[in-house]
């Protein structure tokens, strides 16, 4: 499986600890804005370079750049939507980053993304489920 992280599911440790957990099973991948949003989260909280590193690596975590194709795409995503560009740049970027990459966005903040469908978004309670119930179905 596929993912996306909205910088918010970094409040969430227990959330954290699980992904690390279990990073085996799927590709997590994150936005350079989630990146930058998580990464100063830690700074202004005085959490080390370092542990943001190690952490980043612990997730196996792929760390997604702009390109101009994503830079338009945002644009028009943001034309779809109902919500206004200049209070939610960043949410465009992100779930627009999600759509590219072919990944489930998990974030805490379901509304702001549900312009991307669905099927792209879960909350992280309804991943761990998913993944629970699917590792049950295996055995």
Same mark, same amino acid.
Do not use: C
């Given at each position: *499986? !596929?993912?996306?992280?909205?910088?918010?599911?970094?409040?969430?440790q227990?959330?954290?600890? #699980?992904?690390?957990?279990?990073?085996?099973?799927?590709?997590?991948?994150?936005?350079?804005?989630?990146?930058?949003?998580?990464?100063? #989260?830690?700074?202004?909280r005085?959490?080390?370079?370092?542990?943001?590193? =190690?952490? *980043?690596?612990a997730?196996?975590?792929?760390?997604?750049?702009?390109?101009?194709?994503?830079?338009?795409?945002?644009?028009?995503?943001?034309?779809?939507?109902?919500?206004?560009?200049r209070?939610?740049? !960043?949410?465009? *970027?992100?779930?627009?980053?999600?759509?590219?990459?072919?990944?489930?966005?998990?974030?805490?903040?379901?509304?702001?993304?549900? #312009?991307?469908?669905?099927?792209?978004?879960?909350?992280?309670?309804?991943?761990?489920l998913? *993944?629970?119930?699917?590792?049950?179905?295996? =055995?």
């Open positions: *499986m !596929r993912i996306s992280l909205d910088s918010n599911v970094f409040r969430d227990d959330f954290i600890d #699980w992904l690390q957990a279990a990073k085996d099973k799927m590709e997590v991948n994150i936005s350079v804005i989630s990146a930058l949003e998580t990464y100063h #989260w830690y700074n202004i005085g959490i080390s370079d370092e542990l943001f590193k =190690k952490d *980043m690596n997730l196996g975590a792929i760390v997604n750049d702009l390109t101009y194709q994503e830079i338009f795409a945002i644009s028009k995503n943001a034309k779809k939507s109902t919500l206004q560009f209070h939610h740049a !960043r949410d465009f *970027m992100i779930g627009t980053q999600a759509l590219k990459v072919k990944s489930t966005l998990i974030t805490f903040n379901l509304h702001h993304f549900k #312009w991307l469908g669905e099927e792209h978004l879960a909350s992280p309670d309804e991943l761990v998913f *993944m629970e119930s699917n590792t049950e179905k295996d =055995k």
